[in-house]
């Protein structure tokens, strides 16, 4: 039982949407739970929902896919590893391949650094790990 509600206004509800197709109905419905237990956490989420993926990933003009790559480019050239795992998963989600995502991971690498590349593949590889453990 959630400790704190969502405001479920029109960009909630169009955010969770885009969100939940992203991140898989079981994942998704359990960070909800998890992100209602505490109003820090509730309040990030709405505000995600509202301004990330209502606002921004629903728009006209990019395929998801497209806007996958732009994201996890941008969060591997910044080092944001525990960020881009999530992303990863999205990414997969939104119709990208494995080999497209070394290949993002390998032209990040010249442009932002080695590093940067090193830790996404890290990140890539842990995320791969998981998929198949749960596809068994």
């Known amino acids: 039982m959630t400790k704190y509600s969502f405001d479920e206004n029109e960009g909630f509800k169009k955010g969770k949407e ?6 898989g109905p079981k ?4 960070a ?13 989420r709405q505000y995600l929902f ?8 629903a728009r006209p003009g990019l395929e998801r896919a497209t806007r996958s790559i732009i994201t ?23 119709g990208l391949t494995r080999e497209e995502l070394k290949e993002i991971f390998l032209h990040v690498g010249i442009y932002a650094g080695v590093p940067t590349a090193v830790a996404a593949v890290r990140a890539a590889m842990e995320e ?9």
């Open 27 to 30: 994942v998704a419905e359990a």
């Open 72 to 94: 996890i480019s941008v969060l591997t050239a910044l080092g944001r590893t525990e960020e881009l795992k999530s992303h990863i998963r999205m990414g997969i989600n939104n």
């Open 18 to 23: 885009v969100w939940f197709e992203m991140r």
């Open 128 to 136: 791969f790990t998981a998929l198949d453990k749960a596809k068994g």
């Open 32 to 44: 909800m739970e998890q992100a209602a237990q505490h109003e820090m956490t509730r309040d990030l």
């Open 50 to 57: 509202e301004h990330c993926f209502a606002a921004v990933w």
